[in-house]
């Protein structure tokens, strides 16, 4: 079997692959490519409950041309028959499926799937270990914003330890040359997190004035058995709330990879602030999982 391109996280690709994504999907977003996907078929397969994620692979998909096919794993011999991964793969691909798209709360999972799949796999979030095209569109979001990343500070803050996303994100930033400083309590934010180029720190407030972008993370409840800590304590360290957003500097913006708590890691006027940059993310994610299945399908430059 020859090994395809797959996608599970931001190291598959060089620097010269992630200029070439961000490059073409500017490039789609000026102008719709046409169906580079003709006859190509996907499959999207998710374990975990996704909204965005979901429907943006799907309508880059069809906004492609490809055939698209959405399987509900409730429904796949996987769950109900006992076929295995790897036979599920074998299967999937002797039908001449050219894409995976895959979802599990298993980490290393889609990896599994890409070692015996005979086509792309794309890593769409595997448990709390990367989420590539999530990061990569938040990416995109920031270079849209700033152009050079080099030296701007970007703060991820609150529950880094179970993010898949902070966890591909923070890879990719700290690439492109951004002062990464991650912020949050020990228990979602273990000091061996510092390293080159990426800083840890608890003091919510004494970042805000410093950050260029600040990302707000989702407490990942469903991936650790008790809140570390009472809601209360949480939101007054780490909420973003009006009094903490009229210290950032005016330029400053705010993101989220969604779905975001309302009263929990932000309050409702951060949703009025004029830096809030999320619908942008959810905008861009179609045209940077557009440049992702043309890379892996049609190649690169
Ligand atoms: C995230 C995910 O599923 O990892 N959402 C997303 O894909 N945009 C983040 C989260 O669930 O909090």
Redesign the pocket.
């Known amino acids: 079997m020859r090994i395809r391109r797959s996608l599970l996280d931001l190291d598959d690709l060089d620097a010269d692959e992630l200029a070439y994504i961000f490059e073409r999907t500017a490039a789609f977003e000026r102008k719709p490519p046409g169906p580079l996907l003709k006859g190509v078929a996907c499959v999207n397969v998710f374990f ?1 409950a ?1 909204t ?2 979901f429907t943006s692979f799907n309508l880059a998909q069809l906004r492609l041309g490809a055939d698209v096919i959405n399987l509900s794993p409730r429904d796949l011999s996987l769950s109900t028959k006992g076929e295995t991964v790897e036979d599920t793969a074998v299967t999937l691909a002797a039908m001449g499926i050219g894409v995976l798209v895959v979802r599990h709360p298993e980490v290393g999972f889609p990896q599994r799937v890409a070692m015996c799949f005979d086509g792309h796999v794309v890593n769409a ?1 595997d448990g709390g270990h990367a ?1 590539p095209t ?1 990061a990569l569109l938040d990416i995109y979001t920031l270079i849209d914003e700033f152009r050079n990343l080099a030296n701007r500070t970007v703060a991820i803050v609150g529950d880094v330890e179970h ?3 902070a966890h591909s994100t923070i890879r990719g930033l700290h690439r492109l040359g951004a002062k990464v400083v991650l912020v949050g309590p020990e228990s979602f934010l273990p000091a061996g997190y510092a390293r080159e180029g990426v800083v840890v720190e608890r003091d919510f407030d004494a970042i805000l004035p410093h950050a260029d972008a600040v990302v707000l ?2 407490i ?1 409840r469903e991936r650790f058995a008790e809140m570390p800590m009472t809601d209360e304590e949480y939101i007054a360290g780490y909420r973003l709330d009006e009094r903490r957003l009229q210290t950032l500097r005016p330029e400053a913006i705010v993101m989220h ?3 975001y708590n309302r009263g929990m890691e932000l309050d409702e006027s951060v949703l009025d602030y004029a830096g809030w940059r999320y619908l942008k993310q959810v905008r861009n994610g179609v045209c940077i999982r557009m440049a992702v299945l043309d890379f892996l399908v049609n190649g690169g430059r």
Do not use: A, F, M
């Open positions: 975990e996704s965005r994620t979030g989420h999530q993010s898949r996303v993370l989702r990942q990879p969604g779905p």
